[in-house]
């Protein structure tokens, strides 16, 4: 997730962007402060191996970020983890970086919103894959807990490595930890990918539409309403969004146009976001 802070965009054309200066003590110590504690309630939350696989899915996520970021010469700050107490499933809240430059143009708002939701998408992939290749299948008890929703791309690869699929009224798939740190990972990759706001998907629909963007983000944030009939925690996530805001990153060269390669790179987080998006993650039965 990126999070611009309050900064201008009247930079002039004829000014050469300097490299950004590396992260100084302060924020190497914030960062590794936040990080252990993370670490910590992930752990208590899954275990070792979930902690390890989750964290390795955020820092990919922020870290190709934060990389997007300084090849552009864009300064950024470093990965903030957010540690959240255990019961909370994942341990964490998740993470985000904060960038302290207006954005030059749409190729590069495109790198720096896409590069996050890409780099997770394919770690939580490699570790969903490995996780349910460790995963067993059950018969269905009536036992009370929590079910976990089923995305597409859960389902595929449930159907090639398990041969059943979480949508069976039959089985039980029995998630291994470092498969459940790749459902998680899934997860937040959708849901950074919500085409609207300060998320990366919104900096992505931004960067491809323009000037339809108002239209279409307002469009994308009506759309939480209804879903939250299905799980009432759209409407928590569609306050969040308003609160922050619906307005689009600054541009410096806002006229000038998307590349057709960013394009792609646009339309590809668009499939990532229909394979991994559920819309009724958490379900409580036997209660």
Avoid at 89 to 108: C, L, M, N, S, Y
Avoid at 115 to 127: D, E, H, K, N, Q
Avoid at 161 to 173: M, R
Avoid at 252 to 258: C, G, M, N, R, S
């Amino acid at each position: 997730m990126t999070q611009f802070d309050d900064i201008s965009s009247d930079t002039s054309s004829s000014q050469v962007r300097e490299i950004p200066e590396s992260p100084g003590t302060k924020q190497w110590l914030v960062f590794s402060a936040l990080l252990c504690a993370t670490v910590l309630t992930m752990y208590l939350a899954g275990g070792a191996l979930f902690a390890i696989s989750l964290l390795l899915i955020l820092g990919a996520h922020e870290f190709g970020h934060y990389w997007a970021g300084r090849r552009n010469r864009v300064k950024v700050s470093l990965p903030y983890f957010m540690p959240a107490p255990p019961m909370f499933i994942a341990g964490t809240f998740g993470a985000f970086i904060q960038i302290k430059d207006p954005i030059p143009d749409r190729d590069v708002l495109m790198e720096i919103g896409a590069s996050g939701p890409i780099a997770g998408f394919i770690v939580a992939l490699i570790a969903l894959w490995i996780g349910l290749s460790l995963s067993e299948v059950s018969t269905v008890q009536a036992i009370q807990g929590i079910s976990f929703g089923g995305s597409i791309i859960l389902a595929a690869l449930s159907k090639i490595i398990l041969g059943v699929t979480p949508f069976s009224n039959e089985v039980d798939i029995q998630l291994h930890p470092i498969a459940f740190a790749g459902w998680i990972g899934m997860f937040i990759t959708a849901l950074n990918l919500i085409p609207v706001g300060q998320l990366d998907g919104g900096h992505i629909l931004y960067a491809l539409f323009f000037e339809k963007y108002l239209y279409l983000a307002r469009i994308c944030y009506l759309a939480l309403i209804p879903l939250g009939f299905l799980w009432s925690g759209w409407w928590f996530w569609a306050v969040l969004i308003l609160i922050a805001g619906i307005k689009p990153a600054p541009l410096v060269f806002a006229e000038q146009k998307l590349s057709p390669f960013h394009r792609k790179i646009g339309l590809l987080c668009i499939l990532i976001f229909a394979l991994t998006f559920v819309p009724v993650p958490f379900m409580a039965i036997g209660f």
